[in-house]
């Protein structure tokens, strides 16, 4: 691939010069920048070399600070400028002054997109094509393996300062897999995953910079709320960075909107009643609002309600109050991720360093329909406390989604789109900050953004292990309204569930032992028109280029016997 080896050969001036001089090693790296930033439109043209390294010594503010924000089970559709009725005005602020991918993708799991975002590669050849239980098998080892490097591995020999906070996911049972055994320098953060708001879930702990500070035996305080706390952690260690005067990577990983759903009362007491509309009104408005603002072409309907769906009109009064009360407590979570999200603006603001941050904030999932659909609404206390236990459910999952098809754990267009904010005032040109970019990305694109733009290296042996490759594309050229470099499809594997996108072609299937199905994503991004049997010729080709490309990436063999995969892959 084209970039990898682009990446590799400008990457090598900055590693040998680094071994003799710190300071010419940061100038050369911060010309690297410069350059990118230069906003030098002829050298974004030129194909085989990066934004970052074409005109020399120009003004400009030096390599940018990256905040990466990942959020947990959230659709496409969640937030205002992405087609929400949920209040999320600091988001949208980044998005009318940043820019908005609308093909963006992720995993369409929680464990694979992180094994994914931090390193660059697709989750099972980071060992994580599944959860974190071991398999026996390389693309099934269950915790990020030692052929692979993380996001803070790559920029800390850089001299980026690397902070960690939130879900981390990927690796937990030894302490050498947590985050600050990979490349972070400061870490607040679940090892184990996230799955709790007030009190940390039982078996699962929250370590501050390698050591265990609460668990079962060691309670959070009265008070603690995750979104809060690890927004609050993350200001606290760039505060050290500014001091140190090191430019920073932020990792901050989310565990809303995911179940247990539990949010302060008077938050959720602002959206109840709000829902008794229905799960059938609130697609159509939310792709009314996709519509108008540009989001979604017209060409693309909404999907249908999916089957094993009651019409609202069919539900009575009692379940509407029920699943209004279940919608409300969903919405809180993500307003009050919101606010975090304006409280860390605000922060890097006051501390002078917001212009030349760029900020990525992504979803690691489509909304999720484990449950049901009725959701579930159970527990000793009060809906939304820490002693209840409540999931959206697959009713209001599919309006989470709009206008696609299907569910987190699936690969088509509903369990994988999500939306990708980026933000970063001194290096979007004024005339793109509001634009919509339409050029597909995928998770594996933001380490290869991140080495660019900080002139780092993705080394080919770490720790005396050979790294593979990354994968993706630097996504600097498509801030700029240029053309990515990517030359490879895209691929995708979960549970069985299959997909290979190839321009505007995507071949998919659910489960196993599901067909193929066919799509051209420029007429139909809803895929609703499957013309698998018109192109049997093209199915075969990509059929047999995802079988090759699995096999190369450890998708391939399967962990289970046979060709039924656990039940939740495989029925919705
Ligand atoms: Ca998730």
Request: net charge positive.
């Given at each position: 691939m084209r970039s990898r080896a682009r990446t590799a050969a400008h990457a090598s001036p900055a590693a040998s010069a680094a071994g003799s001089n710190e300071d010419e090693r940061i100038a050369m790296n911060r010309r690297s920048f410069l350059k990118a930033a230069g906003l030098g439109a002829a050298a974004l043209l030129t194909g085989c070399r990066s934004a970052a390294r074409a005109a020399a010594g120009a003004p400009g503010p030096g390599r940018p600070n990256i905040v990466v924000i990942l959020v947990d089970d959230m659709g496409f559709s969640d937030i205002g400028c992405y087609g929400s009725e949920i209040a999320t005005p600091n988001l949208d602020r980044l998005a009318t002054r940043g820019i908005r991918f609308t093909q963006f993708y992720n995993t369409g799991r929680c464990c694979p997109t992180r094994a994914s975002l931090l390193t660059g590669l697709y989750p099972h050849q980071a060992g994580i094509g599944h959860m974190t239980a071991d398999k026996g098998l390389p693309g099934y080892v269950g915790h990020l393996h030692e052929r692979c490097v993380t996001l803070g591995e790559v920029l800390r020999p850089a001299g980026y300062f690397t902070i960690m906070c939130g879900k981390w996911h990927v690796g937990a049972k030894d302490p050498a897999w947590w985050p600050s055994r990979r490349g972070f320098d400061r870490t607040y953060a679940c090892p184990e995953g996230g799955g709790f708001y007030f009190q940390v879930k039982k078996g699962r702990s929250i370590v501050r910079n390698g050591k265990v500070i609460h668990d079962d035996a060691h309670p959070l305080p009265e008070g603690w709320y995750s979104t809060d706390a690890w927004t609050d952690e993350a200001i606290g260690y760039i505060d050290e960075a500014v001091r140190a005067d090191k430019p920073f990577l932020v990792y901050l990983a989310h565990n809303a909107p995911h179940f247990p759903l539990q949010a302060p009362p008077e938050d959720i007491q602002r959206y109840r009643r709000k829902y008794l509309a229905g799960w059938d009104t609130l697609r159509e408005r939310r792709y009314g609002r996709q519509l108008a603002s540009g989001l979604i072409a017209k060409r693309w309907p909404l999907s249908p309600r999916d089957d094993g769906i009651t019409p609202w009109a069919n539900v009575d009064a009692e379940r509407r109050d029920r699943m209004d009360h279940i919608m409300a407590i969903y919405a809180a979570t993500v307003d009050r991720m919101d606010r975090s999200i304006g409280r860390l603006v605000?922060?890097?603001?006051?501390?002078?360093?917001?212009?030349?941050?760029?900020?990525?904030?992504?979803?690691?999932?489509?909304?999720?329909?484990?449950?049901?659909?009725?959701?579930?609404?159970?527990?000793?206390?009060?809906?939304?406390?820490?002693?209840?236990?409540?999931?959206?459910g697959k009713s209001w999952a599919n309006a989470e989604n709009t206008p696609f098809r299907y569910y987190k754990h699936f690969v088509h267009e509903g369990g994988i789109s999500t939306p990708l904010i980026a933000h970063w005032p001194a290096g979007i040109p004024a005339d793109r900050r509001g634009a919509f970019e339409p050029q597909p990305g995928h998770l594996i694109d933001i380490m290869a953004t991140c080495a660019d733009l900080a002139g780092a290296t993705y080394p080919k042996t770490f720790n005396g292990h050979a790294i593979t490759p990354m994968q993706g594309v630097s996504l600097v050229p498509a801030l700029r309204g240029q053309a990515l470099g990517r030359t490879e499809p895209l691929y995708w594997e979960h549970e069985g569930n299959r997909a290979i996108r190839d321009g505007n072609w995507k071949l998919v299937a659910r489960g196993p032992a599901g067909d193929w199905e066919l799509y051209d994503l420029d007429a139909d991004r809803s895929e609703l028109h499957n013309l698998a049997a018109e192109h049997p010729d093209r199915v075969k080709a990509m059929a047999d280029q995802w079988e090759t490309f699995a096999r190369k990436a450890h998708m391939l063999p399967w962990p289970w016997k046979g060709k039924t995969s656990r039940k939740k892959g495989t029925n919705p």
């Open positions: 605000k922060a890097l603001g006051q501390r002078g360093v917001l212009e030349n941050t760029l900020i990525l904030f992504l979803s690691d999932n489509g909304g999720n329909a484990e449950s049901g659909p009725w959701g579930r609404a159970q527990g000793k206390g009060a809906l939304g406390s820490a002693a209840s236990s409540v999931f959206c």
